[in-house]
């Protein structure tokens, strides 16, 4: 079988020979049940029997790789699905440079990709588990298939890294698979790995701005372990990216369409000062400013999941070959990064300094850096241009990396999102300014009603321009009716 070929036949689809391996095979049938049940209490709360028009991966060739139909969501087709291999593949960067990609665990390196692969492979039923009641207020049948392609999506991420972890860590990879459905988003015992995928997303303004900065987190993540020595880690990252990009999509496009029923509200009636919020609230759309306050939240938590600027471990993952830089591929320099330097912000006797350290262990700065542009350029491309053509005076800016971070260099203080610090007292006085308050959150949640019938939409959310899947606007994206 060619590994662009996708075995259909057995309980779990797969282009990884998983009939020529039974024992991993009887391994991932073991962890299905728990992870069936796991989706049934917590994946999407509801719309269990509903038929939904999802896609499908059915191959994982660059074109054509999706399939649309209706599926009920447990009936899904979770499969384990890699990128095809590239023939000759070599080690990119670090002190393996130049090596044949590991088709196995290197030993050396084990401890460090495991854990790599388990925070991975964390954030993916967390995400899940953060959407899980959003079902019930959607703002169309279109954005309810959206949220649950989405989460059927995430679940998939899921099974890749189990893949990974069952079939290259044995019994602590088997032990690992377990935990990653015993954890969960939130609680206080057992919490996930990382802080933002301990946040709630209670509404769905909070559903697209996690999709679009905290979903492109995942894209940069993921592009860095695709670089990786690992072949197996590479090719799952690969193929993982082919449908994050989707999600991004959703986030770009949802938060582009609150922005747009927000300015074609204002100008109905001739409101042309964005911070007139409680007359622009009036008219049942999210005021400009709200949409501003939420961005900064969902950035700042977002930023936190880089980890700390200057990192050892980031360092140790380069130089093993296991995580590379975004693109590593394309950067013109040695990959090995001796003597290199990068320059990154620190606090320094309580100013904000840009300071050249060694730019192995700067690795998640770069990152950082690399992600806060492609954030910035969505945010022009798919909101202000939206803002621009309406003709009102109002711009989204993402705020300084010092704002309400709290991991790495600017954890201990205080800073406004144009990156003056603060003192307590003064973020305690102005933090409503900045973040959104109690009250702000009490709008946003009132607006957050379902709207069922195909082809209508929330007041607060403009029509997409196209269907998925090119359908016609009152397509019937989700069966409610059974
Ligand atoms: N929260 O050296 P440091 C996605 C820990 S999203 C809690 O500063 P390092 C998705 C860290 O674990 C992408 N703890 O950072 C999106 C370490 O603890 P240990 C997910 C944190 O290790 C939407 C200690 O602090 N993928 O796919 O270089 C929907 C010192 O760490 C946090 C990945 O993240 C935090 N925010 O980098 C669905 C890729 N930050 O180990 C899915 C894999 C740091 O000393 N993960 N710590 O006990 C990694 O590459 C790294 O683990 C991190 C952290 C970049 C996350």
């Not at 296991?322 to 290199?340: C, F, M, P, S, T």
Request: proline share 5%.
């Amino acid at each position: 079988m060619s590994d662009s070929t996708v075995d259909y036949d057995g309980l779990i689809p797969n282009n990884v020979g998983l009939n020529a391996d039974p024992r991993l095979r009887r391994a991932l049938e073991s962890w299905h049940p728990s992870y069936l049940d796991w989706w049934k209490a917590r994946g999407p709360d509801g719309f269990q029997e509903n038929l939904v028009y999802l896609r499908t991966a059915i191959g994982v060739d660059a074109e054509g790789w999706a399939k649309f139909g209706y599926v009920r969501m447990p009936d899904y087709r979770w499969g384990i699905l890699l990128a095809p291999a590239v023939e000759g593949r070599t080690i990119g960067f670090g002190a393996h440079k130049g090596e044949p990609a590991w088709q196995e665990v290197p030993g050396e390196y084990r401890a460090l990709l495991r854990r790599l692969v388990t925070v991975q492979g964390d954030t993916e039923p967390a995400s899940v588990e953060q959407q899980r009641r959003l079902g019930a207020t959607a703002p169309s049948l279109y954005d309810l298939r959206n949220l649950f392609q989405v989460n059927v999506e995430e679940a998939r991420h899921l099974w890749a890294m189990v893949y990974l972890l069952q079939k290259y860590f044995g019994r602590d990879g088997r032990e690992e698979a377990e935990e990653l459905l015993r954890r969960r988003s939130g609680d206080r015992d057992s919490p996930r790995l990382l802080g933002a995928f301990n946040e709630a997303t209670p509404d769905w303004l909070a559903f697209f701005m996690f999709t679009f900065f905290t979903d492109r987190d995942g894209k940069m993540q993921l592009h860095a372990l695709a670089q990786s020595g690992f072949d197996p880690l590479s090719r799952t990252c690969r193929f993982m990216l082919t449908e994050e990009a989707h999600h991004m999509f959703i986030g770009q496009s949802g938060v582009g369409r609150i922005v747009e029923a927000t300015c074609a509200a204002m100008n109905r009636v001739g409101i042309d000062d964005p911070s007139d919020i409680e007359r622009v609230r009036a008219l049942g759309v999210i005021d400009l400013p709200t949409i501003q306050k939420r961005a900064n939240l969902h950035f700042s938590l977002t930023l936190d999941l880089f980890g700390s600027e200057i990192s050892s471990n980031a360092a140790n993952a380069f130089q093993s070959g296991l995580k590379g830089r975004y693109l590593e591929d394309q950067i013109d320099d040695d990959h090995v990064l001796a003597g290199a330097i990068y320059p990154v912000l620190r606090l320094k006797d309580g100013r904000i300094v840009r300071e050249d350290v060694p730019a192995l262990s700067a690795l998640n700065m770069r990152l950082r850096d690399d992600y806060v542009a492609d954030a910035q350029s969505g945010v022009e491309r798919w909101w202000n241009r939206v803002i621009a053509r309406a003709g009102i005076d109002f711009r989204i800016a993402l705020p300084h990396v010092a704002f309400n971070r709290r991991i790495g260099e600017f954890a201990a203080i205080e800073a406004d999102p144009a990156g003056t610090l603060l003192s307590a007292e003064e973020w305690v006085r102005r933090r409503a300014e900045f973040l959104p308050s109690a009250e702000d959150d009490r709008f946003v949640a009132g607006l957050m009603r379902p709207v069922a019938e195909p082809g209508k939409f929330a007041s607060w959310i403009a029509p997409p321009r196209t269907g998925i899947d090119n359908k016609p606007g009152d397509f019937e994206y989700v069966k409610l009716a059974g």
